[in-house]
Every structure is written in structure tokens, then in C-alpha cells.
């Protein structure tokens, strides 16, 4: 028997025994209760086998199902960049969300100040209400730990824009998960409210952050969480999501993306169509108008965001397709070029934008093209046929015949909020004679038409005695937009002259004449150590260059700016100056235009020299000024040694009228004598090796110099006993000798001194009293009382270990006292040594061996007082020894105390700490005199330089290689 029929035989028995019928038909087995027929048991079979098949279907089908909904569940989340919709004029990306706070948050200061400027708050709401909301919940920020985070600007209404953020997840599993999360955070504090929109579930919320309160909408869709503080941008980025064909489409959007860096704290786009006129919401007048002309401006762009504390930079690359009648093609087929017009722009200009054009032609013939593209063909030909008729000149083939390509709009006077400055138009010529000769062959067309004589054209601006400059009348004042466009044509250019080899248009003869001594003093953008530290983050060659000064660009920017902007500035002067400078570039390429922006942010306000003028040096001067006579005219003209020991004289106006290097350091001061006797001046002085006498125009005078037998220790003394102009000088050598010789450089016979004990470094001083002469100076411990021939008059009772940092003094007799010197030792003990060699000692207070003296009148009352001046401490004390005041600096004071005598009843104390870069005046009472401190590093020196003016000037050298000459009411 097979196997299968004694299973059904065993089974049959089974089943009998409990009343069941057993029957196997082929390979089925059916089971049934009593007897059957055999139809109905065909029947069974059938229905029996449909209930097996459904089942195993259904099983099936859920595990399918079931596996389906896990796998949906882990999907992929959608590229943020599919949900933005096609009208966003700036798109952000970052690839790490805790990164980008991180990077923010490093500048907090800055962004503090910048959102008070720009209400970039507004653009970034968004960021801080994720920021907060993960603090809040741990699981939250695990789940967004590593993600990228999006943010993109939308149009909102007329003028108004709003801000979509996006958080890319892993899956959409996570984005689901981050949604419950932040439905519970804010269900606490205000109800949420969720509505369906095309498949999607949209949720909306109140909230209230940093005392303010907004509205809120988000959804999940595709792993992206999408969040806004407008309903329906959240609404059109699930539609862009549902229709497709987002930014990735974009042929010119995809080939900036692949530009965009890597490791940047984001990747920053710009929709060149429409930018402009996003740019136009924030402005105001003319400059509203000239932005919404370049809505065309190009295609996309990509720039990488490096944010640090103290500055913002972008740089990367930005598209125009040729086909496009977009402004950007203007700059097709120009190689970027060095701009060199921040060598003649003035340094205290608010800014200037500039282009560099390798082909003139080129460019020319694209503008055109792209004016007749935007309808403005027939301006433009209007505006040539006025100038072709005032000039007889055809504009682009006479200003192309000397022009270089360069072209820069400069803009002054624009420091304070809605004021309102000066504009000029500067042109690089490749030949000054050339450029001016066509200019002038333009104006003799016009005097032709007008029947006025060509020198009625013609100003003269007179720097000083000996330096003057044309500036020339021009008929037309558009020129700068005829050549290169409606921007430059804000530069009015009735008047023009040249600086160097540029052609420079203004407005007014007052403001050319600025531009010019500027330069004369070498007062220029590339001298300002400020501008050349911030250079060193710019571009070298380039097609266009904006630079602004923010400091010096308030009134420039809430002139262009317009509503909040505008009262942002006003209202916040203190946070907009706190940004140094901003710099935008930009140079073409074979495909694509590369664009840096940079930005630079100062937490310290800098404060600029209010000065009458200021004049460039080759380096810092660590040098008092000295007022030297000019004998031609009787005004006072200005000496100085700068720390590369050349030394320059410079007249009142600040012009350098020569420099001259020396082989050494000029020790103590420089004497006007009159060497010839004829009433003309020359400058005596003496360097470590040598004497030296140079006349006014910086050449050596008779058998000058005069080498030295040992090398000095301290500078030369000049003395006129007799007033005849029989000079003798003075100097203490290394070989501790003194000596002594006459206005010819010879040495007198006469002096017999044999020597020091230790060398002098203390000036040696001449006095006359009581019908005698007297020679005074000092070594490191004794003091020198001579007659003229070098022998001892008196000889101090007590010797004492003398300071080296300071001079005797002479006080005559008064009331109180007889005839003495005056002198501290090493210890800051006052020492008075009488004529007869008495000695007489006080002690004021505890000074250091560095300390610094001097014995002046303070308080006008007839009798001098003791100044001493000890690290950053100054302290007066009167002739009791009571003391007057005490006043400390925030950083050591580096040289003697100096006293100015203004009037009978006006003294001053002069400070210097080099540390801080800056100088002080201290009235009589110890208070700071009003407008001090003032930017210096030098000693400084007060006087007159102008006949015929009341006020004083101070002159000082700064810490930027400046001398600057300050008026002091």
C-alpha cells in the first residue's frame, strides 16, 4: 500500500469514530459530517479553495503594505532647493544649521549693530525663533543636530519682503517627528491651530519673542520643514513643491550651484533679475529709480559666507547668459585691470565706484546695445547731439583718444545723516598735455559760440606763495553719463582740472580746489593706514569697484536709502560708524563674473582728526615739531624728522617743500641763525657724529657738517652773548669732553674746561645775572655752574646721583626765594642748588628713576610749581609743596610734561601717551582742556602759523604717518 492511501485509511478511521466522513479525491482531502453527494462535495471544494486564496492574498497584501509604509517612512527627505518658489531674490544655504548660529553668534556684536542698521532681524526672525525653540528641547536638538538649514526671500506685497526657513531631514519620518516636537513647544504658549492645504497639513500659531509678538505658519513636507512669518509663502512652497520644476531646472542657477564652496558658513544666492529691485524697497528719489533700470541686471549668482566677529565676507561667481540684454553684458570681453584712482582720491572722501575697462571701444559699443535694449536709444542720442554742438567734439572718439580705462565716481561730504556732499568724476588719461589739449580745443569751440575769450574759462587755485592750479569752466554737465552711463552722470561736471594724470569734474571751483591740496598734501586714500589694512582683503584687477567709508557715508546712504533705512541710521549714528568700510567687486571671466564683498566691522568707534589739514610723511615722527621763521615771507613754516631720519620742512598751507635723509637721529633741537649776517635764516642742529647747517632750501651751508672729534651725547646749544650774531655752540661729547665752538664750525681757543666726570646728557643752558654769565649742565652726579671760558663759578655744597630724563631749570629771584637751579635726582627728590652752592632738598612724593620734571608757573600766580609726571600719572604741586592736582591717563605718558604760556592768566600742561595715540592739554585746575584728547603720538608744539589769524595751531605727528595741524580756540 503507498504511503498516501494508508495516511487517508488512518485518517478515515480518525474521523469515523467522531461521526465524520473522510474522502480523498486526487491530492484533496475533504472532511464531512454524516453522508454527501458527490456535486456537493465539488461545490465545497470550490469555495473552500477561494476562502484559501483570499487569505493568502490579504496576507500578502499587508506585508507588502506594511513594508511599503516602513520604507516611506525612512524615504529620503526633498531638496530644500524644490520648494522654493521661482520669485525669491535671495536664497541661503547652510550645511550644518548649529554651524551657521555658531558663526553668528561669534559676531553677536556686530549683528546686534547690523540689525539696528539694516533690520537684517528680519531676515533672520526666523533663525532665532529655531535657535530658540532648540535650546528648549533637547530631542529637538539632537534631531536637527548635523541638519542643513535653508532660508529664501519673497516678494510680500508692494515694497515688502518676507523670509521662508527651511530645515532639510534625513527622512520623512524625521521631519514628522521635529513637527510633533515643535507642536508641543509652542501648544504651551499659544494655541495651534491645523488646516489641510493640497495634501498638505499647514499649522499656524501666535508666539512672542523678544517682546514682540508674530505670527507663525510651518509644514512638513517631504522630510523638509518649512517655516514662515507669512501664511502664504508656506502655502506657495508646497505648491512649488507640488507642480516640480524649482531652481534645479534653472540651467543658470545649476551652473552657479556648482561653484558654491564647501566648508563656508553658507552658500549665499542672488537672483540678478530681480535683486535690483529688492535693492530698490530700501531706497528713495533718483537712486529708486536708476535701480528699477537695472532689472535686468543679469542671471544668478553664488557667493560663499565667511562670517568672524569683525567682519563679513562673500565671494564666488555670477552668471549673465549673452543671449540676455541684461547690464552685467555690458562687461562682456573685459580682462579685470588694477584700479589705481585711490592714489589720487582724497582720504577723507565718503567712498567711490569705479571701473576698469581693458577696451574702451568695447565697452562703449556694449552700453549701447544694452540702452537700446531698455528703449533708451533716443536719450542718449539727444544728450550727444547737445554735447557734439557746446564742444564741437565727437564724445566717445575724443575722450577714447587719451583715456586709459579708468573711470571713477567720487564721492565727499557725505559724513552726516541727509547731508548732502559733492560728487566728482575722475578720468585716467594715458596723457595729461594730450587730455588737456583736447579739453581746451572743446572750450575754444564754445568761447567761438558764445563770443567769450578762452581765458574767461579759467580760475587759478593758489595752494600757497609758490603753487597754483588751473580749473577750467565746461559747458556741459552730463558728461559722465554720456560716456558711461546713467550712474555716472550724478557727478555734475561744469568745472573740471588735473591731479596727476587724471581728469577730474566737479561741481564747484571750492570743491576742486579741495581735491587738489588734498593731494598736495599727500592726504590720499592709498596714504590711510586704515583703508590699506582693509585692502588687503580686496581683488587687485577688476571691472567694478564700490568702496564706501561707512564712518564718513551717512548722509550718502540716507540720501539713497528710504523709509525704516533712512531712520535706522539717524537714529543709530553709533552702530552704523562702528562699520569701517564695505567693499564690493567685481571682475570678468571667461563664463562668469568673480564677485567680492567685504565688510568690516570696528567695535571701537574711531573718531576722526578734525583738522585744518594734514600732510603724509614717508613714517611716524617721534619728534617735536619746531615753528621756524621763513625770512621771505615772516610766517612760520614747520620742521620735522620723521623715524627713517629724513627731515622735510613744510610751509603753512601743509605742502612739503623739501625732505632730505640724514645718516642719523637729530639730537635735542634745531636753532635758526643768521650765519651771513644778512638777515636770512639757516637751520643749525647736530646727529650723533656731526653739526649741521642747511639753509632754507636744504642745502648745506660753508664747511657744514661738521664731523664731530667724539660722538654727542646730547644736542647742541646755541648762544649770542652779545646779541651780534657771534654764535657760539655748544656740545657734550662721549669722550666727556665739552665742546665749544663758533657760527663757522671752528673750535674757540678760548674754552679751557678740561672735562666731565660722566657724560652729559642734559642740555647745557646759558643765563646772565647780576652782570655774570653763567654755563649750566649737569652729569649722571654732579652739577656744572662755569663761566664763559669753562671755569668753575660755584661748586654745590652736596652732590647728589642727578636724573638723566630732565634739565636744569633757572628760576631768578623772587619774593620768596633768591636765585636758583632747580633739578630732581633719581629718587624724585627736588634738589635747589643757590649761586653761592648752597643746596636745599624737598621731598614731594615717591617717584621712579623714569620719571619726568619740570619747575613752570601753572597757576599764574607769579611763583613756578613742581610738575612731575611718572608712568600715566601727572601731579602738580605748588611752591609750598602743597599739592594742586593729580591726574591719571589710561596709558603711560611717554615724554616730559610740556608748558604752554597762552596769556597772562591762560597756562597749559602738555601730555603725550604714544600708547594710546593720543595727546592731551591739562588746564591749571587739573581739568582736560575741551576737545581734548586729541589723536597724536608726538610731542606736539602750539604757536601761530598764519599772519593775520587769532587762533593758535597745534602740529603733531599721528600714528598713520600724518603730521596734522589742529586749530586750538
Known amino acids: 500500500m503507498s504511503e498516501s492511501l494508508m495516511i487517508i485509511n488512518i485518517a478515515h478511521g480518525f474521523f469515523r469514530g467522531r461521526g465524520l466522513m473522510l474522502f480523498g479525491i486526487k491530492n484533496c482531502i475533504f472532511v464531512s ?32 503594505g506594511g513594508y511599503l509604509l516602513l520604507q516611506r517612512s525612512l524615504i529620503t527627505g526633498t531638496d530644500p532647493f524644490d520648494a522654493v518658489a521661482g520669485d525669491a531674490v535671495v536664497v541661503v544655504r547652510t550645511k550644518s544649521i548649529y554651524r551657521f548660529f555658531s558663526a553668528v553668534k561669534s559676531g553677536q556684536e556686530m549683528w546686534s549693530d547690523l540689525e539696528k542698521v539694516l533690520d537684517v532681524g528680519g531676515m533672520l526672525k526666523g533663525v532665532d525663533f529655531l535657535d530658540s525653540l532648540l535650546k528648549e ?23 515688502r519682503y518676507e523670509t521662508v526657513y527651511y530645515l532639510e531631514f534625513a527622512s520623512t519620518r524625521e521631519g514628522r517627528m521635529f513637527n510633533d516636537l515643535m507642536n508641543g513647544l509652542l501648544s504651551g504658549g499659544s494655541p495651534v491651530s491645523e488646516r489641510a492645504y493640497n495634501r498638505a497639513r499647514i499649522y499656524d500659531a501666535t508666539f512672542r519673542m523678544g517682546g514682540r509678538v508674530y505670527d507663525v505658519s510651518w509644514t512638513v513636507n517631504g522630510g523638509v520643514f518649512i517655516l514662515s512669518y507669512s501664511a502664504l509663502l508656506v502655502e506657495n512652497a ?33 537672483n540678478l533679475q530681480d535683486f535690483p529691485h529688492y535693492i530698490s524697497a530700501f531706497s528713495r528719489g533718483q537712486s529708486k529709480n536708476l535701480l528699477s533700470g537695472f532689472s535686468g541686471l543679469g542671471d544668478w549668482a553664488e557667493l560663499d559666507l565667511h562670517l568672524r566677529d569683525d567682519a563679513m565676507m562673500l565671494n564666488g561667481f555670477s552668471l549673465s547668459k549673452a543671449s540676455e540684454n541684461n547690464y552685467l553684458n555690458v562687461f562682456s570681453g573685459q580682462s579685470p585691470v588694477t584700479i589705481g584712482a585711490e592714489s589720487v582720491i582724497p582720504g577723507y572722501s565718503s567712498g567711490f565706484l569705479a571701473l576698469g575697462l581693458s577696451d574702451l571701444s568695447l565697452f562703449y559699443n556694449n552700453h549701447l546695445q544694452w540702452l537700446e535694449g531698455i528703449d533708451r536709444t533716443d536719450e542718449y542720442k539727444k544728450m550727444r547731439e547737445e554735447f557734439m554742438a557746446l564742444t564741437g567734439s565727437v564724445p566717445d572718439e575724443d575722450f577714447h583718444s587719451f583715456m586709459e580705462g579708468e573711470v571713477a565716481l567720487v564721492m565727499s561730504g557725505w559724513e552726516n545723516p541727509d547731508e548732502k556732499g559733492e560728487l566728482f568724476l575722475l578720468i585716467k588719461t594715458r596723457s595729461r598735455s594730450l587730455a588737456l589739449k583736447t579739453m581746451l580745443d572743446m572750450l575754444r569751440h564754445n568761447a567761438r559760440l558764445s563770443g567769450a575769450s578762452i581765458d574767461s574759462y579759467r580760475e587759478v587755485y593758489r595752494v600757497d606763495r609758490e603753487t597754483s592750479m588751473d580749473i577750467y569752466s565746461f559747458p556741459f554737465s552730463r558728461t559722465g553719463e554720456l560716456l558711461f552711463g546713467k550712474i555716472f552722470g550724478a557727478a555734475n561736471t561744469s568745472w573740471f582740472t588735473f591731479v596727476e594724470n587724471y581728469l577730474v569734474f566737479g561741481e564747484s571751483v571750492q570743491g576742486l580746489s579741495e581735491f587738489i591740496h588734498a593731494n598736495v598734501l599727500n592726504q590720499t586714500l592709498s596714504a590711510d593706514t586704515r583703508f590699506r589694512e582693509f585692502s588687503e582683503y580686496l581683488v587687485a584687477r577688476n571691472n567694478f569697484w564700490f568702496y564706501s567709508n561707512l564712518a564718513r557715508s551717512a548722509g550718502l546712504f540716507t540720501t539713497l536709502a528710504g523709509g525704516q533705512l533712512s531712520e535706522n541710521i539717524t537714529g543709530n549714528p553709533e552702530s552704523f560708524r562702528k562699520f ?18 567685504y565688510l568690516k566691522y570696528s567695535p571701537q568707534v574711531f573718531e576722526e582728526p578734525q583738522t585744518d589739514w594734514q600732510t603724509l610723511l614717508d613714517t611716524v615722527i617721534d619728534f617735536k615739531p619746531l615753528l621756524l621763521i621763513n625770512h621771505n615771507t615772516g610766517e612760520n613754516e614747520i620742521f620735522v624728522q620723521d623715524l627713517n631720519n629724513t627731515i622735510y620742512l613744510i610751509n603753512n598751507a601743509g605742502r612739503i617743500l623739501w625732505k632730505k635723509p640724514l645718516p642719523g637721529r637729530i639730537m635735542g633741537s634745531v636753532y635758526q641763525i643768521d650765519y651771513y649776517r644778512n638777515n636770512r635764516l639757516q637751520m643749525l642742529f647736530n646727529t650723533r657724529e656731526q653739526i649741521y647747517l642747511l639753509d632754507r632750501n636744504g642745502n648745506d651751508v660753508g664747511r657744514y657738517p661738521i664731523r664731530l672729534p667724539s660722538p654727542a651725547t646730547n644736542g647742541i646749544s646755541v648762544f649770542d ?8 655752540i655748544f656740545v657734550a661729547c662721549e669722550d666727556k669732553s665739552v665742546v665749544v665752538r ?30 655774570r654769565d653763567y654755563i649750566v649742565f649737569a652729569d649722571r652726579h654732579r652739577v656744572y655752574i662755569l663761566d664763559r671760558r669753562g671755569n668753575t663759578r660755584t661748586r654745590p655744597d652736596r652732590v647728589f646721583p642727578v636724573s638723566t630724563r630732565n634739565n636744569i631749570v633757572y628760576e631768578g629771584r623772587t619774593p620768596a626765594t633768591d636765585r636758583r637751579l632747580v633739578i630732581t635726582d633719581t629718587l624724585g627728590s627736588v634738589w635747589h642748588i643757590y649761586l653761592n652752592g648752597n643746596t636745599e632738598l624737598r621731598k614731594l612724593g615717591d617717584y621712579s628713576a623714569n620719571h619726568y620734571f619740570d619747575f613752570q608757573d601753572v597757576n599764574a600766580d607769579g611763583y613756578r610749581d613742581y610738575i612731575f609726571v611718572d608712568s600715566n600719572r601727572l601731579e602738580v604741586y605748588g611752591r609750598d609743596g602743597t599739592p594742586m592736582f593729580s591726574r591719571e591717563f589710561t596709558a603711560p605718558v611717554d615724554h616730559a610734561p610740556a608748558y604752554y604760556h597762552f596769556s597772562r592768566q591762560d597756562r597749559k600742561i602738555g601730555v603725550v601717551s604714544q600708547g594710546a595715540g593720543q595727546i592731551f592739554l591739562v588746564n591749571s585746575g587739573g581739568e582736560i582742556y575741551q576737545g581734548f584728547p586729541l589723536h597724536g603720538r608726538s610731542y606736539f608744539t602750539i604757536g601761530f602759523l598764519y599772519s593775520g589769524r587769532g587762533n593758535f595751531q597745534l602740529i603733531v605727528g599721528s600714528d598713520d604717518n600724518f603730521l596734522y595741524n589742529y586749530v586750538v580756540y
Open 721 to 728: 652773548y652779545e646779541n651780534n650774531k657771534d654764535y657760539r
Open 238 to 270: 508646497v505648491d512649488q513643491l507640488d507642480k516640480g520644476g524649482g531652481l534645479h531646472e534653472d540651467e543658470s542657477f545649476k551652473k552657479v550651484l556648482a561653484t558654491s564652496g564647501e566648508n563656508v558658513d553658507a552658500n549665499v544666492f542672488f
Open 580 to 597: 569701517q568700510a564695505l567693499s564690493l567687486q567685481f571682475g570678468s571671466g571667461r563664463d562668469m563674473l568673480y564677485n567680492n564683498f
Open 137 to 159: 528641547n533637547q530631542t529637538a536638538s539632537e534631531l536637527a543636530e548635523g541638519k542643513s538649514l535653508f532660508f529664501s526671500v519673497h516678494p510680500a506685497g508692494r515694497d
Open 742 to 771: 663758533s657760527r663757522e664750525g671752528n673750535i674757540i681757543s678760548g674754552w679751557t674746561f678740561p672735562g666731565t666726570e660722566h657724560n652729559v646728557y642734559h642740555k647745557i643752558q646759558h643765563f646772565r645775572t647780576g652782570g
Open 33 to 64: 459530517r454524516g453522508s454527501i453527494s458527490v456535486p456537493k462535495i465539488f461545490s465545497l471544494i470550490m469555495v473552500k479553495r477561494i476562502i484559501l486564496i483570499s487569505l493568502v492574498t490579504l496576507a500578502v497584501a499587508a506585508l507588502a
